[in-house]
């Protein structure tokens, strides 16, 4: 029985350090790239973010143990995930200055639509017997 807890206990340790690995991290970081692409906010911005300090956090921590090699893979991977980030929230700033632009137009629209009609309106009123 000692044998089958200490092997379930090295699975679970295996397991968490799984999740706690840079490559698990970049899986999280383009999956959230991917979702922040389809559907941009700032609570996804910021979920990335923050999975961008952790891979770094991960990436120092194998420099300090010495595995440089590792470490510069990462680091190569993190840097293009960042351009992909990078595009992403360019993108987002063009279709949300696309629809300022549009709203400030359609407001001008409306506003000059509403100028025609009051003058056409005084110009009834003043032709009238």
Known sequence: MKFSRA????LLSLLLAACQSPESTIATIRK??????SAPDDV?????????????????????KGDTTQADLFR???????????AARMARALSDAKNAIEGFGNAIKDAGKSFTETL???SKETNAP
């Open 7 to 10: 092997a379930l206990l090295l």
């Open 32 to 37: 959230q790239i991917s979702e922040f692409k």
């Open 44 to 64: 996804k911005q910021t979920a990335i973010e923050k999975s961008f300090v952790k891979l770094d956090e991960q990436i120092a921590e194998l420099e300090r």
């Open 76 to 86: 190569r991977q993190a840097a293009a995930l960042q351009s992909d980030f990078q």
């Open 120 to 122: 056409g309106n005084l």
